[in-house]
């Protein structure tokens, strides 16, 4: 059972008790009881929400088209939905934890995403994804972590132009794929979908499917590439990332790009607090309600007024 689903359980039986509570005639016995039963709840569910688990779970319920009551999901709708979530995922997963990431081919800790089906949840009918056995924990809070902002991204899809380009700056455009046939698979099928990962939910009905589709096919990725004079400030091997001073503008940060090697990423740690030629490809999202801002990859740098060799 997902987390949010417990708590949601927790709080519904926690409500119950309350109305019982409150039509309970006054016994001695029985009603102190289950007001410490309630107390006793409550004080389960604030712990359970003060420390959510860092498994990396994701809950879709659907009703509509591909669903048969609650005992069946049509076979070749859930795979669609299942291989561009997980793609979803992956995509995103890679670009923030592990920095750039190609247009296209292998990702970056791709194995570290991998999703297993653990169960069915009634709903209407609904699929539960979950990394059961995670070896690495701060992978799996990462994972966990990245699953909560698809959710956030699928939730802005759906809610409007503005909420869009504000959370899809923050996505690597890989990510728009594998969300346009996700909301295409709803869509064929006029299926609706409940969205549940570690911490965020959203709702999406039929319309809301099309709205968000019709948004993320019209956002479209525009890509150039910019050399900037400034001073390197540093690169994390770790991450991936980058920040660099440009003259004359406000610091920016990003990742390494795809394509440059652990070799080169070590040459560029020499460069740090020297002045510096900055190679740079820049991605802004184009939406419908403008651009969104830019997100920065270093492709290389190289240093500017090296000292004389010594006579």
Known sequence: MSYLRELEQRQAEIVGLKTLLHGMPDDPLAKPLLASRIRG????LAEMEKRPPARPEAELLFAGGPVIGSVGLDAKFTSKVLDSYQDM???????SRHGGVGSR???TGEDETRLCL?????????LLLAQPQAEDFIAAAQLS????QITSLVEAAASGDAAFTDTVEKFHPRVLTPLERFLNALETQEASVHLRSATRQCELNTEQVRAAKSRVVETKPETGTILLRGVCRGVLLESWRFDFNPDGQPPISGVLADLVTEEAAKAMLA??????EARLR?????????????????LSVRALNQPAAPK
Do not use: C, I, K, W
């Not at 972590?145 to 909560?148: F, I, P, Q």
């Not at 460069?271 to 510096?276: M, T």
């Open 41 to 44: 709840l409550e004080n389960e």
């Open 105 to 107: 081919g292998p990702r």
């Open 145 to 148: 972590d990245a699953m909560d």
């Open 271 to 276: 460069l740090v607090d020297q002045p510096a």
């Open 89 to 95: 995922v992956a995509n995103h997963y890679s670009a």
């Open 118 to 126: 653990t169960a069915l949840p009634r709903g209407s009918f609904g």
């Open 282 to 298: 820049v991605t802004r999202m184009r939406t419908r309600s403008g651009f969104g801002r830019p997100a920065y990859e270093l």
